[in-house]
């Protein structure tokens, strides 16, 4: 899959801007602040309907501006998809694919599978809990749209069972056994779907990892990931899944029920839960250094573009932003050989300058394209008293 054009409108700094894009790698480059990282921000949105930033969608309504729109085309050989994300404050984000408007933005997950290098991925290997399962769930999710089903679900039972516990124990309502019965039931039932997939995903996951150590060089070191559930969950229970899994769930959830109500919410769950990364049996999060941070991450990234280019059957799109700046001059050669190669489609990366990613590869060829992003200006900060 490969994005052929992108049309923004009140986008971050862009006004009014289109870009076009050739078939392999596509390199952003020009001054700090002018807009790049937003051009991949934009695809991302129209991928995954959400920011690469990590930030809010009104932060990326242009000063001045009601809404923002961002109008994207993909193109497989099988598939050409027309994809529109459209936000207003007012109204909120809505979605349409080839100009039918989508009931679930989640509805285009999995359509244009992408991976995106950030340097906010340093988050992923050493930052808290938190950020590993978003990175399971987008692993999983990308590649089989009905484990978000699953997720949200059990993330709506979890909302329902917390809501109880917590009326309980700070605003002194009468908590009924029967009700908390219920939804302890279905959320071990959503429970044991969302650990059993995450559990058979990083156990398949982690062979790619590895293979994209062998690729970045660096098979010295044996990486390896585990899922460790909360609650100390039986490993042959998680692999198995199914009754099983959803039984002994509901019975540590009942044990724990004293602490629930104590607390207030509930401590068991995968939204608990943990991945652990680890080089030769170190955990990466406690005692890695900066470059095996670097390293684990950017392994992480290549490993999921071929677990999803193999789940998926479809080529991802592939986005690297400000990756370079960072790196020897033998890992971007590297990285960069490997972008031109057949094992890679499309990618859209962004840097200051061409030099020195033109020494490695020839932007003169069809196939790879050089955009360039001049320094946007944004419209003056509204100041009707004065003040500034």
């Not at 932060?59 to 085309?73: M, P, Q, T, Y």
């Not at 936000?87 to 349409?96: E, L, M, N, T």
């Not at 190669?341 to 499309?346: D, F, K, N, R, T």
């Not at 020494?359 to 003040?387: C, K, M, N, W």
């Amino acid at each position: 899959m490969r994005c052929t054009t992108l049309s923004l409108t009140n986008f971050r700094a862009h006004s009014d801007q289109s870009f076009a894009f050739s078939s392999k790698i596509n390199l952003l480059h020009g001054p700090n602040g002018a807009g790049k990282t937003n051009v991949l921000e934009a695809v991302h949105y129209a991928a995954l309907t959400k920011s690469l930033l990590k930030t809010s969608d009104q932060l990326a309504v242009r000063r001045g501006a009601d809404l923002f729109e961002i109008k994207a085309e993909f193109a497989s050989p099988t598939i050409d998809l027309r994809v529109r994300i459209a936000y207003a404050p007012s109204g909120g984000k809505r979605v349409s694919v080839n100009g039918a408007p989508l009931e679930r933005m989640a509805d285009v997950i999995g359509r244009v599978p992408l991976v995106a290098m950030a340097p906010h991925d340093y988050d992923l290997t050493a930052g808290p809990p938190e950020e590993r399962r978003k990175f399971v769930n987008n692993l999983i999710g990308q590649s089989r749209p009905a484990y978000l089903d699953d997720l949200g679900r059990y993330t709506r039972a979890l909302r329902q069972r917390n809501e109880l516990l917590s009326a309980a124990r700070y605003r002194r309502k009468p908590l009924s056994s029967e009700l908390l019965a219920a939804w302890t039931g279905e959320t071990a039932r959503l429970a044991a779907a969302v650990a059993h997939a995450r559990a058979t995903a990083i156990d398949s996951f982690g062979v790619y990892v590895a293979q994209a150590y062998t690729l970045l060089g660096e098979a010295v070191e044996r990486p390896t990931l585990r899922y460790r559930p909360s609650g100390k969950l039986d490993a042959n229970a998680l692999a198995d899944g199914g009754e099983p899994l959803e039984t002994l769930l509901f019975d540590r959830l009942m044990e724990d029920e004293a602490g629930d109500r104590e607390r207030g919410r509930t401590l068991l769950g995968p939204h608990r839960d943990e991945i652990l990364f680890a080089l030769d049996g170190l955990e990466v999060r406690r005692y890695a250094s900066q470059g095996q941070h670097r390293t684990f991450g950017i392994a992480l990234r290549l490993a999921q573009f071929f677990y999803l280019r193999d789940r998926t059957e479809k080529m991802p799109l592939l986005l690297l932003d400000d990756l370079f700046g960072s790196l020897d001059a033998q890992r971007t050669h590297l990285i960069l050989e490997l972008l031109a190669s057949e094992e890679v489609g499309q990618s859209l990366l962004t840097h200051t300058s061409p030099t020195p990613l033109d020494q490695t590869v020839s932007f003169e060829a069809d196939e790879h394209r050089l955009i360039y992003v001049p320094r946007l200006s944004l419209p003056p900060i509204e100041d009707p008293d004065g003040v500034l």
